[in-house]
């Protein structure tokens, strides 16, 4: 197995790794225990972090840059650098059509050649498990889910992210009367269908002159998110309580990843050669 590691910022010293390092120990302890107090403790030292990043960093290229003054052209690579220029640029031969017919083609491609596929199989629904509607949301879940959000916006934001989590606690009871209202009808707006859609290079070196090294990227708005993790999250607990989940199943899953899905083989490629069933290697390889 080939690794590949990614040198760090700069600016990443050893306080900030420290920091990391508790901010991932605070993370474990507050997945296992689950209780309010342990999120918290992660929450503030998540954002002590965070904050730490910032000053490390706006010092790092306050001291570069007063360092350089006296460089004119060492200057003007450093700010290039710190704006993002210098990243290849889309071509100008390629539009937004050539990747919409692109992208539809391929899809019409995978449609086409999984057509004569057999249809899938179901297995009974125990008697016991029903999930007719969802269920009404708090303010709190609702406080919780924005609070869990990552601090990325899109382009599609009236609001940054980091914005709409310092005034959570006033539009939280807007947004979950707006929640529960979609969630009991069972209605998504057209907008929140909406989605900002990025073109970015599957790997560094390919020809980006050629539609086919590019993959989408499509950013829907935080209220879609928001509405999408709350019923998810409804929807989830119901199909691992009604035990309807694969057992064996890897993706999108809690716990569950491709790592876990490689110890699963391995481990039955290696109990298959201690029974001396041979059958095993020939059935994985």
């Given at each position: 197995m080939t690794i590949g590691r990614r040198p760090s910022d700069p600016w990443f010293d050893s306080e900030c790794r420290q920091s990391k390092r508790e901010v991932r120990r605070?993370?474990?302890?507050?997945?296992?225990?689950?209780?309010?107090?342990?999120?918290?403790?992660?929450?503030?030292?998540?954002?002590?972090?965070?904050?730490?990043?910032?000053?490390?960093?706006?010092?790092?290229?306050?001291?570069?840059?007063?360092?350089?003054?006296?460089?004119?052209?060492?200057?003007?690579?450093?700010?290039?650098?710190?704006?993002?220029?210098?990243?290849?640029?889309?071509?100008?031969?390629?539009?937004?059509?050539?990747?919409?017919?692109?992208?539809?083609?391929?899809?019409?491609?995978?449609?086409?050649?999984?057509s004569d596929a057999p249809p899938p199989s179901f297995s009974p629904n125990p008697s016991t498990a029903s999930f007719s509607q969802f269920q009404s949301v708090t303010v709190n879940d609702v406080i919780a889910a924005v609070r869990a959000l990552p601090d990325k916006t899109c382009a599609l934001e009236p609001l940054p992210?980091?914005?709409?989590?310092?005034?959570v606690g006033v539009i939280a009871p807007f947004l979950t009367s707006l929640f529960n209202k979609l969630l009991l009808s069972g209605f998504v707006p057209e907008g929140f269908k909406v989605?900002?859609?990025?073109?970015?290079?599957?790997?560094?070196?390919?020809?980006?002159?050629?539609?086919?090294?590019?993959?989408?990227?499509?950013n829907l708005s935080v209220a879609s998110k928001l509405l999408e993790r709350i019923a998810a999250?409804?929807?989830?607990?119901?199909?691992?309580?009604s035990a309807l989940l694969p057992r064996l199943q890897s993706a999108y899953r809690t716990?569950?990843?491709?790592?876990?899905?490689v110890l699963k083989v391995l481990s039955d490629i290696l109990l298959g050669i201690d029974a001396g069933d041979l059958s095993a290697l020939v059935l994985y390889y």
């Open positions: 605070l993370e474990r302890s507050s997945r296992r225990l689950k209780t309010p107090e342990a999120t918290s403790a992660w929450y503030s030292k998540r954002h002590q972090y965070r904050a730490l990043l910032w000053r490390k960093r706006e010092c790092f290229w306050q001291a570069k840059i007063e360092a350089e003054k006296s460089k004119p052209c060492q200057l003007w690579r450093s700010i290039d650098a710190l704006l993002g220029r210098g990243k290849t640029p889309l071509p100008a031969d390629i539009d937004a059509a050539q990747f919409h017919n692109f992208f539809d083609d391929k899809v019409a491609g995978v449609r086409s050649t999984t992210t980091t914005h709409l989590k310092a005034v989605a900002y859609i990025t073109s970015l290079v599957k790997k560094s070196g390919m020809d980006n002159g050629d539609v086919r090294s590019y993959r989408p990227i499509s999250k409804q929807l989830i607990a119901y199909l691992e309580k716990g569950h990843s491709s790592e876990t899905a």
